[in-house]
Every structure is written in C-alpha cells, then in structure tokens.
C-alpha cells in the first residue's frame, strides 16, 4: 500500500516500560512506524503493573506520541476506576476531534480494548468517517469479586455486540480467530498476526554463554500465568541428583508483594538461595544481555485459559536468541514448535517432576541442545519477524483503503 495512514490507537497501556498487553502494543506499533504510518496513542490509564518512576505522563514509542488522557499515570483504584474511565472517555473523544481536524485521521484502532471505549468512539469514528481495527491477544477472563465481574460484563459486551461493527479484527492466536469469526458470524474480516519481534535485535548466537555451572533464565511479569513454583521444586530435584543450575528470574509483580514473598520462601525453603536468584525489574534495554548469558530460557505457561488462548511474546524472544527453550505444549505453541526439534517442550500442567527431566535433558547433550536452538531461532524468523507482519498488515490497509 503507498498511502501513508494517520493511525490513532484508544486504550490502556503502561508506558513506556510496561511488559504484558503493553509489549503487543508497542510491537504493533513499532511495525507500523516501520511502515511509514503516522501513530498516536490516547491512553486512558495504567495497567499499574510497573513501577510509577518507569511511566511517563508524555513521550514516544518509536516515534509514535502517546498520552495519559486524564493527566495522570496513576491506576485508578476503588469507585474511581469506573468514574476515570468514563472521564478518559470523554476526554479522547474531544482529543480525536480535535486531531482529526487538524489532519485527518484514517483508523482509530482499539487494542484488546472494552465497551466502554469501543462503543462511544466507535459511533465518533463512524460519524467522521473513520475506518475501526480491534486487536485481540488474550481470551476475556471472568475472575472472582463484584469489580472483575463488571469488567468482564464490559469485556463480554464488546465481544459479543461490537465487534461486529468493526471494519477489520487483527488477533494473535489461531483460538482467536475461531472465537471472533462465530461471534462476528463471518462478517468482519480478521486477521491472525501472531506476536511481533525483531530477531536481528534478540540474536544472541555470538554472545558467550560459558559457565562452570549451566544458567537457567526467565523473564516474565509473575502474574500468576507460568509455572515458577513448580521450576523451583525442579531444581531442588536435580540439586537431589547433584546436577547443580543456577536460575536467575527476571521481573516483579508489584501488584501481588505477597505473591513474591511467598517465591522467595520457597526458595529459602528448598535451600537454593545461592542457585535461585531474582533480579527483579530490569528495563528493555538491559534484557537481551541478561539473557544471552543463558544455557537455556524457561517460559512454561500454566495449563489456563490465558495460555492456551493466546501467544506469549517473551516466548518469541526466547527464540530469537538461538538459545534452547523449555515450554509447554499448549495453545498456539504446538502450532510452531516441535519437541526435540526445534524447542524443549512439557505437557501442559507438568509438575516438578517432569520438569526436571527436561531440563536435565537439555542440559546432558549440548550439541544437541544448540542445534534445537538454532531451529527455534529459524522459527522466530519464519512466523514472528516485523517484516512478516508488516506484509500482513499491508494487506489489511489494502483491504480497508481498497488500494489507495
């Protein structure tokens, strides 16, 4: 496509440091920028999983500004997060007539966004004259406790009733694509662009990785979606067998402290504190140096409804590296790899057990083990390089603007 668009993004995000929803959006992004495409993003608040000091009321990403719309960076908390929400609503809806009058805005694209959001602004966009694209990357979850219960009803109504509206959906999961095509009935074309990477960044093939005892890394937010404890128990397994890992955790969920404490409890309960360490946060730039250091990158996803709906971006990053990965073989991940070929893999809902066995495997044969990763790292290239899905999203553009 040869028209550069003016693309607007409406949704929530924790910039610019923020992992999770947030990487898939500043990946998206950073593929249209890529583009040539002009981006801006109107953001109605934090998804408060990192540190205050890492968020930025203004700033950019790749070029593409973005924006706390109610002047504050802050989560909203209590009553307040639906009275906010509403607030920031308003808000963007005055802000996207004001910058559609000063240039035209061709999308305004909704990311894993609720009805709240979708729906006023979808009446705005079709009034201007403005294409819509949802992005979805997680199933809905319906949680416990009267406040998760009404964002799911939110959620549940965009699903059902508004995406249906939408001129395009892009999603990152082939689960996905099934859901939104029964509830859109096949009237709304979709788009399955899987996570978004730049492998030549996450290369990590020439970088020395020689240790007297082998390094298991992970990277992750401790949400609660992989299997930490159970990698714990693992290593004290093969500690029992005396094969000696070290294992370094990258990352902090300042949300749950009681979550974290009870990791380092059971660190000190294995007795691994010299074997098991966690890092805690460490900002994107300084993440591919910590990882090149490993002998082999765990990112086992529980048995759930987040990891078998949707697809891990961290997971790709692994990849990337030329590294071996140990996952589980759930959702999309038994769609790209294969066990033994081209990642090591688990069931899903492994215990320690079995966990231990594989990393004892990868660990036994390294020649083996560098070949495996050598292939994950041509499956990163194949499925999730920016270049593919910039050829994809060119091909959504061409839909929308039929060739303009």
């Not at 990487?23 to 920028?33: C, H, P, Q, W």
């Not at 401790?222 to 397994?237: H, L, M, P, T």
């Not at 066995?357 to 499925?383: M, N, P, Y």
Request: glycine share 6%.
């Amino acid at each position: 496509m040869t028209k550069k668009l003016n693309i607007v993004f409406a949704t929530a995000a924790d910039l610019p440091e923020g992992g999770g929803n947030t990487t898939r959006l500043k990946t998206l992004v950073a593929a249209l920028r890529g583009m040539g495409h002009k981006v801006r993003l109107l953001l109605e608040h934090s998804h408060g999983s990192v540190s205050p000091d890492m968020l930025q009321l203004t700033g950019d990403i790749d070029g593409a500004p973005f924006e706390y719309i109610i002047g504050t960076t802050k989560k909203p908390e209590g009553y307040k997060f639906f009275t906010k929400k509403l607030s920031a609503v308003f808000l963007m809806r005055d802000r996207i007539k004001a910058l559609h009058a000063e240039e035209p805005i061709d999308i305004l694209w909704f990311n894993h966004s609720a009805a709240h959001l979708i729906y006023p602004l979808s009446r705005l966009a079709h009034q201007l004259s403005i294409k819509t694209v949802h992005s979805y990357e997680d199933e809905r979850v319906k949680g416990s406790g009267l406040k998760r219960k009404l964002i799911y009803a939110n959620q549940s109504f965009a699903d059902n009733r508004l995406t249906k509206q939408a001129d395009h959906l892009i999603v990152i999961s082939n689960y996905l694509k099934e859901k939104y095509a029964q509830l859109t009935q096949g009237k709304v074309p979709i788009t399955l662009i899987p996570t978004i990477i730049k492998p030549e960044y996450w290369d990590c093939t020439n970088d020395d990785n020689n240790h007297d005892i082998p390094l298991l890394m992970y990277s992750g937010g401790f949400y609660g979606f992989d299997e930490v404890e159970e990698v714990i128990k693992a290593i004290r397994i093969l500690k029992d067998r005396n094969l000696l890992v070290n294992y370094h955790m990258i990352g902090y969920n300042k949300r749950n402290p009681a979550y974290m404490e009870s990791i380092n409890q059971l660190i000190k309960s294995n007795g691994l504190d010299e074997q098991v360490k966690m890092l805690g946060f460490t900002p994107f730039a300084e993440l591919k140096g910590k990882l090149a250091k490993a002998n082999l990158l765990i990112g086992i996803r529980k048995d759930d409804e987040w990891s078998s709906t949707g697809f891990s971006t961290k997971l790709s990053e692994y990849l990337a590296t030329g590294r071996p990965i140990l996952c589980a073989a759930l959702g999309d991940n038994t769609y790209y790899l294969k066990n033994g070929e081209n990642a090591f893999m688990v069931q899903p809902g492994a215990q320690a057990q079995e966990i231990a066995d594989a990393i004892q495997a990868a660990l036994t044969d390294k020649e083996r083990a560098s070949t495996i990763g050598k292939k994950g790292q041509e499956v990163a290239l194949a499925h999730f390089s920016q270049k593919v899905a910039q050829k994809e999203l060119d091909k959504v553009f061409d839909q929308l603007f039929c060739n303009q």
